[in-house]
């Protein structure tokens, strides 16, 4: 072994595994430029891999051995870490958006980051397994963020600005496990441990397409010896990947059916096309042969046309449908002559925009050998020792619930990343809400949510932890399942519909009802406890009788009632703001009796009728004192006059007119009384005249009078409604039954038209 080397940065050893051949590549990073100390390549003894899948894992460790060897022996010093990268023809990608709100607008920090890109890939993976309908199991093995979204906005980074929602599109990448673990057990047999995975796409863009030009829409085409690896670059990001199982082998079995020569041979002959006009080989048969580069041309240029067309198709699948303004080609396949010529014409751009990419890309790579490759076939090696610095991941293994499982390692796994490999339940991670109930709120459908139950018990090594505690390589996870809380519960009275009293008026008194409810057609209280699929009402209103049950008042059947001052029975509905009149028992027929005949009497005494006064008003009269009346006033339900005022001014003035003609009558009688005139004997008691329905009456014979009283001197049949209710009106404003009236006073009652 060489002394060693005395170098100023970290080594990184980068290893592409490819189908022929593997290259090792030795380096370190100083600010902007990476600086390759050594690279080695050998090609495979035999055909050990396939369309990049490793079929002799032990001829592959062999070789990767070798390689190894090599470089130790010229560094002076022992390699045992190694970044590697993945590809296939079984590669998977799945493209996801995913979004996090946050409990406030606060600023986004690198674990919220983390928690949104966790949540992409297991996204990710959900919808890769709704879609994989083969039996073999798969792996995540990288992802990439297309962009960043803040509160719904494209975001380079989102670190340290305030978000109230956060998101992301997300590239994640899958392959089988036996490809994974093939790539694994190839390396372990050559004594090394792999610090970090990337895939192939991912590693050549990182060389060849440097990132002040991702901006453009550019696709990058890696063509190895049994894969062509495409990147798409758009907006600053790689916004897809993939491959095709068609590359340089393909191309190398038509040279050695054409020239009738073994593999390596033919592979010889691919090559040497780049450099030479005329290439010497021998056939199987041992003689000697010659062919042009043309010749050579002309043979490929079916399988050539073949494979830029589907590499041109899958560049437009990458790409939208679209595509794109240029395209880096490299690895040793795309050198051939003639490729990027077709592949430019397959889709449709300028040749000159289809290019094969080497030493020009490297203007930040030095190679301090003077040998060392600059060509295209190193883009994609430098390529994976870079990706060690922008992305150091690995699979380790750890124990869930004692079950023993991979998982990828991006330096920053956690216990939810363990659970999602080991197909653990996500719900049983995060407490669970107990049984939701759903039921209608007047006819409004609502749900009121179960409790939360307990989180998940976590612990790793035996210690207390959570979902994002980190976790390493063979830590002893233990989780215990979430549970449920307790199932929704919720009675009548904690409705916000239900949470005030229903004010009514009852006899001139304020009275606070509670309100009730009707559920699936039964009256219940405020203590009901809903159950699941109830239909509830919320009353907004009482019957008469439920107004009298609850104050404790018995209506018997000679009372009358009214509501709102029309006539009502116990079934009538009282609303909010309401008024409710229950009467006193109405008088018996034998005081109306009497109180008839005093009437007559009087007015048998009074001078002859000159059309001033009469004992009743005839019922055209009286309708069309009805049909004079104030719509507005008659239909209004307060008591106290305040909103009607104290009646129009013509009502006043009648008034006024009345009540001195009242006293002027008065008077002279009283003149008359005193001088011995004729008039008859007043019985006991007051007797006064009011005006009804504009005719005078004569009421007599009690000390005082309610309003009431004037309904036994009238022509007015209460038991045979003609109307929705009956209006009552003293001196312009609403009355009551019980309210005492006087002398000049003016009473209009009607029937109240519906």
């Known amino acids: 072994m060489a002394e060693a080397m005395k170098l100023p940065g970290q080594l990184v050893f980068g290893l592409d595994i490819g189908t022929r051949s593997i290259v090792g590549t030795v380096g370190y990073r100083v600010g902007e430029k990476f600086h390759v100390v050594a690279q080695c390549i050998r090609e495979h003894g035999t055909r050990a891999m396939l369309d990049g899948q490793i079929h002799d894992i032990y001829k592959v460790g062999e070789t990767i051995s070798e390689v190894r060897s090599e470089l130790e022996e010229r560094l002076g010093r022992t390699l045992k870490d190694v970044c590697i990268a993945a590809a296939g023809r079984v590669l998977r990608t799945v493209t996801v958006r995913v979004d996090m709100e946050r409990d406030s607008d606060r600023e986004v920090n690198g674990e919220d980051i983390y928690a949104l890109d966790s949540t992409g890939v297991e996204k990710a993976y959900e919808v890769f397994l709704k879609d994989n309908v083969s039996d073999m199991k798969f792996y995540c093995v990288g992802y990439s963020v297309v962009r960043y979204y803040m509160n719904g906005y494209t975001m380079g980074n989102l670190e340290g600005h305030r978000a109230k929602t956060i998101g992301a599109d997300l590239i994640a990448t899958f392959l089988p496990e036996d490809v994974v673990d093939g790539l694994y057990k190839a390396v372990d047999l050559a004594g090394l441990d792999v610090v970090n995975l990337t895939l192939e796409p991912i590693a050549a863009i990182q060389v060849a397409i440097p990132e002040m030009y991702r901006m453009l829409n550019i696709a990058l085409v890696d063509v190895g010896a049994g894969t062509s690896d495409i990147s798409i670059t758009k907006d600053g990001s790689i916004v897809a990947y993939g491959m095709i199982p068609v590359a340089g082998d393909s191309l190398t079995e038509v040279i050695a059916r054409h020239c009738l020569v073994d593999f390596a041979t033919a592979e010889q002959i691919k090559r040497d096309t780049g ?11 041992g003689l000697s042969q010659t062919i042009s580069t043309a010749e050579i041309a002309e043979v490929t240029a079916d399988m050539i046309a073949d494979m830029t067309g589907q590499v041109a198709d899958k560049i437009r699948e990458l790409n939208g449908g679209r595509s794109v303004s240029a395209v880096f080609v490299v690895g040793g396949g795309g050198t051939l002559p003639g490729y990027t010529e077709a592949l430019a014409g397959k889709l449709g751009i300028q040749k000159e925009r289809v290019a094969v990419r080497g030493g020009e890309v490297m203007q930040n790579i030095e190679f301090l050998e003077a040998d060392a490759r600059r060509d295209s076939l190193m883009v994609t090696p430098i390529g994976i020792c870079l990706s060690f610095y922008e992305q150091s991941n690995n699979f380790i293994f750890v124990y869930f619930n004692e079950q023993r499982i991979k998982i990828y390692d991006n330096n920053k796994v956690a216990v939810v990343d363990a659970a999602m490999q080991a197909e653990f339940d996500s719900d049983g991670l995060f407490p669970k809400r107990g049984k939701e109930l759903n039921y209608t709120v007047n006819g409004r459908p609502r749900i009121t949510r179960g409790a939360f139950g307990e ?3 976590i612990t790793v090594n035996g210690n207390e932890a959570d979902i994002y505690t980190p976790i390493h390589a063979n830590d002893q996870i233990k989780v215990t399942e979430s549970t449920a809380g307790e199932a929704a519960q919720v009675d009548i009275n904690q409705l ?4 005030t009293v229903m004010r009514v008026e009852v006899n001139d008194t304020p009275v606070d009802l509670p309100r009730f409810a009707s559920v699936n057609g039964e009256l219940q209280s405020g203590y009901y406890s809903i159950q699941d699929g109830d239909a509830i009402e919320i009353l907004s209103y009482y019957t008469v009788r439920q107004v009298a049950e609850f104050m404790d008042v018995i209506i018997n059947q000679e009372m009358n009632l009214y509501v709102n001052n029309r006539l009502a029975d116990m079934d009538t ?20 009796d009497k109180y008839e005949n005093e009437l007559q009497d009087t007015f048998a005494e009074l001078p002859e009728d000159d ?3 009469q ?8 309708q069309a004192a009805e049909n004079t009346q104030d719509p507005v006033r008659a239909d209004s339900t307060d008591h106290d006059g305040a909103s009607r005022g104290e009646g129009t001014k013509a009502a006043a003035e009648a008034e006024t007119k009345e009540k001195d003609s009242l006293k002027a009558e008065e008077k002279e009688g009283g003149l008359a009384a005193d001088r011995g005139g004729s008039g008859a004997q007043e019985p006991d008691g007051l007797s006064m005249y009011v005006s009804v329905n504009g005719a005078q009456i004569r009421l007599a014979g009690k000390t005082s009078y309610v309003f009431v009283d004037v309904f036994e001197h009238i022509d007015f049949d209460l038991s045979k409604p003609q109307g929705s209710g009956i209006v ?13 009236i006087h002398s000049g006073d003016i009473i209009e009652i009607y029937w109240k038209k519906s």
């Open 615 to 622: 004992k009743n008003s005839t019922r055209s009269e009286m």
């Open 728 to 740: 009552t009106r003293l001196n312009g404003r609403d009355a009551q039954y019980m309210e005492e």
């Open 455 to 457: 989180s998940a018990v």
């Open 496 to 499: 916000p519909e239900f949470g």
């Open 611 to 613: 059309g001033t006064y």
């Open 573 to 592: 509905k009282v609303y909010e703001n309401f008024s409710v009149v229950w009467t006193m028992e109405e008088l018996q027929l034998s005081d109306r």
């Open 275 to 285: 450099s030479r006009e005329q290439i010497e080989y021998k056939d199987i048969m």
